[in-house]
């Protein structure tokens, strides 16, 4: 964890507003200090290595959930259901992150509804966040390269507003220049369950992508919004790659081969994501990213699918999408499990359970110690600036 941006004044989610009057109030997770600090055993010279790369590259989370969630993860059903995050401005002014696709509630958001996904329930998470985010000037909406850039020259992190799935748009292909109108700039297709558009990495059987799919795709090419795959099949992750005139992101997973579960990509999703110039994004979520060889999930665990990845398809296509919040994301996915099909998604390989994931447990902390990790492991700058950032703003550029 970084010391606070000097740039960070001091906002706290909703300060602009009165508690109990304007908003409901929860018992909030701690933001900062929840767990023990991860360390890493650095000498004084990779510290100050971690802290330079930081501060001069760009550094970005292709995937991530910032929101400070409620003490008790059985309570966070009644939190979405007000519309109301708080949101980790003073973890994020610790992160190192100069920018970050912000993923807001996802299937989570049920705010009209007991199970998410739905139109009004989308448009309350984005507006209802954008307001909080325009009572401070650290975090800023960014909508074009450019704004990612200006954020990173002034000090600021730039939020890119991003949708894990399109089944909000149902059969209205309009809804996508909607969301491109509020700013909205990345989306996935299905998010494990099948919808109008495709199958997810849940189904039984795997239709690939629709012809509404397909209309939806070069929809979505026209605006400028870059596609996401990590919650689709293997046949709709290709067949999106394939359909795609620009490249396609896996913004938070990881490799198959590595650990044998749906929520991983195989090989053949990873090699033509990377052969149409897309990245992916390394998840870090808990019970996602195992290994063999380091079955209790961590930042080791994490690692060993970079590294495989890179193996496979080079450092160009390789980054990092953690996908965390601030509190006990066990407890998140225990809680929201019929929502999230999580039993589905992950199928029914043994595995260690853990608390919290060593190392990338919140955004605060992911990058000064995924920075760290590639500093103790020898790799070079130009490596780690491609990891951490400049891939994905390659991708970007082609996109937007």
Not at 67 to 93: C, V, W
Not at 139 to 166: F, H, P, Q, W
Not at 225 to 253: G, Q
Request: aromatic letters at 8%; proline letters at 4%.
């Amino acid at each position: 964890m970084q010391p606070p941006s000097p740039r960070y004044a001091g906002y706290h989610s909703f300060d602009y507003l009165e508690p109990h009057t304007d908003y409901r109030v929860f018992e909030l997770a701690p933001e900062l200090g929840r767990l023990p600090r991860h360390e890493q055993g650095l000498t004084v010279e990779q510290h100050a290595r971690v802290a330079r790369i930081l501060q001069s590259e760009h550094v970005i989370s292709l995937h991530e959930h910032p929101k400070i969630l409620t003490a008790d993860p059985y309570e966070l059903r009644e939190y979405n259901h007000t519309g109301r995050n708080a949101m980790g401005f003073e973890g994020l002014a610790r992160s190192g992150m100069s920018a970050y696709f912000d993923n807001f509630m996802n299937g989570t958001n049920c705010v009209t509804s007991e199970h998410g996904w739905k139109w009004n329930d989308v448009v309350y998470d984005l507006g209802l966040r954008f307001a909080d985010v325009a009572q401070q000037d650290h975090i800023v909406l960014a909508r074009t390269v450019t704004e990612i850039v200006a954020a990173k020259e002034s000090g600021r992190i730039a939020l890119i507003a991003g949708l894990e799935a399109a089944t909000m748009i149902e059969n209205e292909l309009d809804r996508l220049d909607v969301l491109y109108g509020l700013g909205v700039r990345q989306m996935g297709i299905a998010y494990s369950m099948a919808n109008q558009l495709g199958s997810g990495l849940a189904e039984a059987r795997d239709g690939g992508l629709t012809a509404f799919g397909r209309r939806a795709v070069e929809r979505m090419n026209k605006l400028g919004i870059a596609i996401d795959v990590s919650h689709s099949s293997d046949r709709t992750s290709l067949d999106v790659i394939e359909a795609s005139e620009v490249p396609v992101f896996i913004t938070h997973a990881g490799a198959r081969s590595v650990w044998p579960t749906n929520r991983m990509k195989s090989d053949e999703v990873i090699v033509a994501c990377a052969e149409r110039g897309g990245v992916i994004g390394i998840e870090a979520a808990p019970h996602t990213t195992l290994s063999a060889a380091h079955p209790a999930h961590s930042l080791e665990s994490v690692m060993d699918h970079f590294v495989y990845c890179v193996d496979l398809v080079g450092i160009d296509h390789v980054a990092f999408g953690p996908d965390t919040n601030f509190g006990d994301h066990v407890g998140l996915h225990d809680s929201f499990a019929g929502h999230l099909a999580t039993a589905q998604a992950h199928g029914h390989v043994e595995h260690e359970r853990v608390p919290y994931v060593a190392g990338v447990e919140n955004p605060a902390e992911n990058f000064t110690n995924i920075v760290g990790w590639l500093v103790k492991h020898g790799w070079s700058d130009g490596d780690i600036s491609k990891a951490i950032g400049s891939n994905i703003l390659r991708v970007l550029t082609e996109v937007w």
